[in-house]
């Protein structure tokens, strides 16, 4: 019996492989440099710059945690020198009261910095912007403070011996390298976690948390995972800084060491893994060259961070960013390819009616929906009209979880869907786009697209972290199938470009792109044609109509009542909050009602 040859990669996985390849190259190169010369320190034989590498390496490691939690996350976490105190604590206590070693301590160290930092996380899911940034403060301020009066166990104002590392890592080169090294395994770590489901997550919380609750990723559960993670960083990076200072105290562990932490991020640029690196470099380095200013360095951090925020808000992550640099076509057009839609797609069974039964919700004494049902087929396109304020986008709020309605249900055949819950909508294939783009515009296009299918992950955090095969194998398809995607809306030659240089038309198609890697059975549609020209307008109608002829069933909300008639099986029409008129094209345009209402003369 002969053997089947092997099944060739699409032409979607060979696109894929070679922008995975392009991208690793270009990112890895900035890392592969910088390492060589950390490495080759030692051969100057300067003991006393060995002294600043390695405090530059250990601040690192904080920074590369809390990197993920600020410049990822967005979250204002000011107090992480809290953590890196009682690393050091710990290591110096485990080490100095047991013999089990200095990195038994660091492991210790880590432990005890998760744990922690998932209790200082945890008001991020409550608390905003400012009360979150005042938590994290609070807790170095309490850290310091049992420091100080705990001498029976840290020794007070007096302080406690740090650890001492086994030998080689004794001596001060031996000790500069074991920090470098795990410095860059951390590098590493955050560089994969950044490429992964979970690094897109995060951005799409910070920048478009709407998009994100509506493409089901689960706010709680990663921020949990993020925290313990960057707590468990600061720990370790607690342990290797009071092997550092040899000696340690509370006054050690100052305001402006956190304020540090706090600006390379910023320095550097949200959002990325180089800029904050070099961030951390910078200032670690900078006080060296400028010794009489130490006084002031408050108040210079103060003028940095005003310097960034108004003249380069992307941090030296825009500064190195080349290509998006570079000039885009002006004249390009948007030619989606629905034939590909057969590779999307794979409904096996039609699913059944997506049904609104009794919908009311009001506001006050404003009734936005006042008795509404309401019946979405799959394979059809329902189109959704009215004048502004008839309830329209609040009908999409309610089918995907935003809004909770006072009475009524929503339900997929004879499931319901939970009312206020938006994050389950996308695991029962309800995908939407919405009326202004919610776009992650330092994202590239691709990244965006493929933000729309991070249920679909199983690896797990530490998977994703240590680029383990499942991982991987994970995001190739991921990628291959985001391409395909970009294919069918006719944007895949912007692949790599940053999202906020898309022109407004195609933000709109960029949209569906996303909302198809979830393959969908209900796809709602805010207005998708609002700014699009006549052309543009047509190839939708044309890609809608295409979608729902693969089972997905469309509700579509638009103005454009041309293209509603054009493309729609049936056609229902509100006003005030209630159904006006239910009914084919046809018969609602010969309605007189909804003539004298909405589409006039």
């Not at 991208?23 to 890895?28: C, D």
């Not at 992480?80 to 009682?86: I, M, R």
């Not at 650890?163 to 001060?172: E, Q, S, W």
């Not at 019946?375 to 999409?396: E, R």
Request: with cysteine; charged share 15%.
């Amino acid at each position: 019996m002969g053997m089947d040859p092997p099944l060739e990669p699409s032409a979607d996985q060979r696109q894929a492989a070679g922008l995975t390849m392009t991208s690793t190259l270009r990112r890895a190169s900035p890392f592969l440099v910088l390492g060589a010369l950390t490495v080759a320190l030692p051969l100057t034989g300067n003991g006393y710059w060995g002294v600043i590498g390695t405090r530059a390496a250990i601040y690192w490691i904080l920074v590369s945690g809390l990197d993920l939690v600020v410049g990822f996350a967005g979250q204002l976490a000011i107090g992480y020198v809290g953590l890196l105190a009682l690393g050091a604590y710990t290591t110096s206590v485990v080490c100095a009261r047991t013999d089990l070693g200095a990195f038994a301590g660091l492991a210790a160290a880590g432990v005890l910095g998760a744990a922690f930092g998932v209790l200082v996380g945890l008001p991020a899911l409550r608390l905003r912007t400012f009360y979150f940034a005042m938590t994290t403060l609070g807790f170095a301020t309490i850290v310091t403070q049992v420091a100080l009066a705990w001498s029976g166990v840290t020794g007070g104002g007096i302080g406690l011996p740090g650890p001492v590392l086994p030998h080689p890592f004794d001596g001060p080169w031996g000790f500069y390298l074991f920090c470098l090294a795990l410095a860059a395994f951390c590098t590493w770590m955050c560089c994969n976690i950044a490429a992964s489901r979970f690094g897109r997550s995060l951005i799409a919380l910070r920048d478009v948390e709407v998009a994100a609750e509506a493409l089901g990723i689960a706010k709680p559960r990663l921020f949990v995972t993020v925290f313990l993670f960057s707590g468990a960083l600061a720990g370790i990076a607690g342990g290797l800084f009071a092997a550092l200072q040899s000696y340690i105290t509370p006054d050690a562990f100052t305001f402006d060491l956190s304020v540090l932490f706090f600006i390379a991020i910023l320095v550097g640029g949200r959002g990325s893994v180089l800029g904050p690196l070099l961030g951390t470099i910078m200032l670690t380095v900078l006080p060296e060259f400028a010794a009489p200013l130490v006084a002031w360095s408050t108040f210079l951090y103060a003028v940095l961070l005003l310097a960034i925020v108004l003249l380069l808000p992307g941090g030296i992550a825009e500064l190195l960013d080349f290509s998006a640099r570079r000039a885009l076509p002006a004249d390009r057009a948007i030619r989606p390819r629905p034939q590909f839609l057969e590779n999307m797609f794979d409904h096996t069974e039609a699913p059944a009616r997506l049904e609104l039964r009794g919908i009311r919700l009001h506001f006050g004494g404003v009734h936005a929906i006042d008795g509404l049902d309401l019946d979405i087929a799959p394979g059809t396109v329902h189109g959704l009209i009215g004048p502004n304020g008839s309830g329209k986008t609040t009908t999409l709020n309610v089918i995907s979880g935003f809004a909770s309605p006072q009475e009524g249900a929503v339900a997929i055949g004879a499931a319901p869907l939970a009312p206020g819950k938006p994050r389950s909508r996308a695991g029962r294939g309800v995908a939407r786009t919405f009326q202004t783009p919610r776009i992650i515009g330092e994202a590239s296009v691709l990244d965006n697209v493929m933000t729309g299918g991070a249920i679909d992950g199983r690896a797990s955090f530490l998977e994703c972290a240590f680029a383990l095969p499942r991982c991987r194998r994970e995001e190739a398809g991921l990628r291959a199938r985001a391409l395909l995607a970009l294919r069918i809306v006719g944007l895949d030659t912007l692949a790599e470009v940053r999202a906020d240089r898309l022109q407004h038309s195609e933000l709109r198609f960029l949209e569906i792109a996303r909302a198809l890697l979830l393959h969908p059975a209900f796809l709602l549609l805010d207005e998708p044609a609002a700014g699009l020209s006549a052309e543009e307008i047509r190839r939708l109608g044309a890609l809608i109509r295409e979608i729902s002829r693969r089972g997905t069933g469309v509700l579509l909300v638009e103005h454009h009542a041309d293209l509603i008639f054009d493309i729609c099986d049936r056609v229902t029409v509100l006003n005030l909050g209630r159904e006006l008129a239910a009914g084919t094209p046809a018969e609602i345009r010969a309605h007189q009602e909804v003539v004298s209402v909405y589409l006039g003369a």
